[in-house]
């Protein structure tokens, strides 16, 4: 039998320093399905940002529609359009970081710029409303001369900070499933990229 067929296999070990490699193999047998799931997984979790609205004019999920639809339209390819929808998927889990919870899931499957738009959106989108807040409007100076700077500043202007109009026709989260799923069937860099081939 196979042991990447049974759904009862487990590995033997009370502590990683006694595993073997039928031990890994079994795990690794398994981490691929896993890892195959995560555009479901990442679906899932975004949905939880419909009806959210948090005093917005939209709620998250519009918002996060309306900006990936946005971008789409504006002819970004498929991996930015990914960024541009699930920017605020971290709302939930990482309220005082939410962009560093959604720059980690898309790090595997993006290149460096827009992995780095979307971790550092946060601090550029606050130029639109952080001195209403009583703090600094130009907090994304800190990041002047960084490589991606510009970048994320269109990405605020263009798309982020636009992305609250109750009129606009959006796509709905259907359109952009396939689109997430291209994005996030390979990895382009992790360290657990082999156990998926395997």
Not at 17 to 39: C, K, M, S, V
Not at 54 to 73: E, K, N, V, W
Request: glycine fraction near 8%; proline fraction near 6%.
């Amino acid at each position: 039998m196979d042991i990447h067929d049974s759904a009862e296999a487990r590995a033997t070990f009370t502590a990683m320093e006694n595993g073997t490699a039928q031990d890994w193999a079994i795990i690794g047998g398994h981490y691929g399905d896993f890892a195959r799931g995560l555009p479901d997984r990442v679906l899932s979790h975004l949905r939880l940002l419909d009806g959210d609205f948090g005093g917005f004019p939209i709620d998250r999920m519009q918002h996060s529609l309306q900006c990936a639809t946005r971008a789409h339209r504006d002819g970004r390819d498929e991996a930015y359009v990914v960024m541009a929808l699930l920017h605020d998927i971290g709302d939930t889990l990482g309220t005082y970081n939410h962009p560093d919870v959604a720059a980690a899931i898309l790090k595997p499957f993006v290149t460096e710029e827009v992995h780095w738009i979307c971790q550092h959106h946060g601090a550029f989108q606050g130029y639109y409303f952080f001195h209403f807040l009583g703090m600094d409007r130009e907090a994304r100076e800190a990041f002047r001369g960084a490589p991606h700077f510009d970048a994320c500043a269109e990405f605020c202007a263009k798309y982020d900070q636009a992305a609250f109009d109750p009129a606009y026709p959006s796509e709905p989260l259907e359109f952009f499933e396939p689109m997430l799923r291209r994005v996030m069937a390979r990895p382009l860099s992790s360290p657990y990229a082999k156990a998926i081939a395997a």
